[in-house]
């Protein structure tokens, strides 16, 4: 059996670990970018058609930032395939340096034009039920990405930082996480925007700082993003956007079919 792998190399990993991002090209073909995009078409369809709330967020602020609908893979078989896709996980597996990885939920991002907001400076982990770091989300263009319509940006090294309160996704002002921090450190913060093809992704740390800029094209965005966890995470009590899933207990290790491995070993 041939292991379909993406060739990731040594420097890129002490990249990931040295900056909390990395880029990688061509980790999808066109027709798997092609399966997603029909994929999120029909979810957004289905959203309109089943009045279906995909994220519990719908205030006007957020809204504007970006449609999110979460968790996906377990109602579209193109998702399905693409979050766990071992060739994927096994990115996810050797950036985190882990034994194994779960995935801890999908979510697809879609910044619309016109009237279109920023994602705001801030990071993942604060928002995450889980006691320990190290999860890491692979964040997939399905377009074309560029600063004009909403390409991510990193500020490389901030996952050294540790973990700042969370911040107000749908109205905080843009700087508001970088402001945190004294003016001759906020000086040293030198973001990265990453433009990238559609197939190519970035994969970061839940604690690097990070932020994309509003749309001002006409057209959609589309990004598709898989969250992996390190097997043997454990659970921390945490109100999360897609819920109390799995009803585990304080301290009990993320198992079972809500979170399934994508590579590697189980624990
Ligand atoms: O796509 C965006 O606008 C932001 C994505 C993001 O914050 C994330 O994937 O963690």
Same mark, same amino acid.
């Given at each position: 059996?041939?292991?379909?792998?993406?060739?990731?190399?040594?420097?890129?990993?002490?990249?990931?670990?040295?900056?909390?991002?990395?880029?990688?090209?061509?980790?999808?073909?066109?027709?798997?970018?092609?399966?997603?995009?029909?994929?999120?078409?029909?979810?957004?369809?289905?959203?309109?058609?089943?009045?279906?709330?995909?994220?519990?967020?719908?205030?006007?602020?957020?809204?504007?930032?970006?449609?999110?609908?979460?968790?996906?893979?377990?109602?579209?078989?193109?998702?399905?395939?693409?979050?766990?896709?071992?060739?994927?996980?096994?990115?996810?597996?050797?950036?985190?340096?882990?034994?194994?990885?779960?995935?801890?939920?999908?979510?697809?991002? =879609?910044?619309?034009?016109?009237?279109?907001?920023?994602?705001?400076?801030?990071?993942?982990?604060?928002?995450?039920?889980?006691?320990?770091?190290?999860?890491?989300?692979?964040?997939?263009?399905?377009?074309?990405?560029?600063?004009?319509?909403?390409?991510?940006?990193? =500020?490389?090294?901030?996952?050294?930082?540790?973990?700042?309160?969370?911040?107000?996704?749908?109205?905080?002002?843009?700087?508001?996480?970088?402001?945190?921090?004294?003016?001759?450190?906020?000086?040293?913060?030198?973001?990265?925007?990453?433009?990238?093809?559609?197939?190519?992704?970035?994969?970061?740390?839940?604690?690097?700082?990070?932020?994309?800029?509003?749309?001002?094209?006409?057209?959609?965005?589309?990004?598709?993003?898989?969250?992996?966890?390190?097997?043997?995470?454990?659970?921390?009590?945490?109100?999360?956007?897609?819920?109390?899933?799995?009803?585990?207990?304080?301290?009990?290790?993320?198992?079972?079919?809500?979170?399934?491995?994508?590579?590697?070993?189980?624990?």
């Amino acid at each position: 059996m041939t292991v379909d792998r993406y060739p990731i190399t040594e420097a890129q990993i002490r990249f990931y670990r040295e900056n909390g991002y990395v880029r990688l090209d061509n980790v999808l073909s066109m027709q798997e970018v092609d399966a997603l995009r029909v994929a999120l078409d029909v979810a957004v369809q289905d959203r309109q058609k089943y009045a279906r709330n995909e994220g519990p967020r719908s205030d006007e602020g957020y809204a504007k930032v970006f449609l999110q609908m979460v968790n996906l893979w377990e109602r579209y078989p193109a998702v399905r395939a693409h979050v766990q896709n071992p060739r994927i996980g096994e990115i996810a597996r050797q950036l985190a340096g882990a034994r194994g990885v779960r995935l801890w939920h999908d979510h697809a991002l =879609i910044k619309y034009p016109r009237d279109s907001k920023p994602t705001v400076w801030h990071q993942d982990w604060v928002y995450w039920p889980m006691k320990e770091t190290g999860a890491l989300s692979c964040w997939m263009a399905l377009d074309d990405v560029t600063v004009k319509n909403g390409c991510m940006s990193f =500020i490389p090294g901030s996952h050294t930082l540790g973990p700042r309160d969370p911040i107000d996704l749908g109205n905080a002002d843009p700087d508001a996480l970088l402001r945190l921090f004294p003016p001759e450190e906020r000086s040293r913060f030198a973001p990265v925007a990453v433009e990238l093809k559609a197939g190519s992704c970035t994969f970061h740390d839940g604690l690097t700082f990070h932020y994309a800029g509003a749309n001002t094209t006409d057209a959609p965005r589309r990004a598709m993003v898989s969250i992996y966890m390190p097997a043997g995470t454990t659970y921390k009590k945490l109100e999360h956007l897609i819920g109390d899933r799995g009803g585990l207990a304080e301290g009990e290790e993320f198992h079972g079919p809500l979170f399934p491995v994508v590579a590697g070993a189980e624990r």
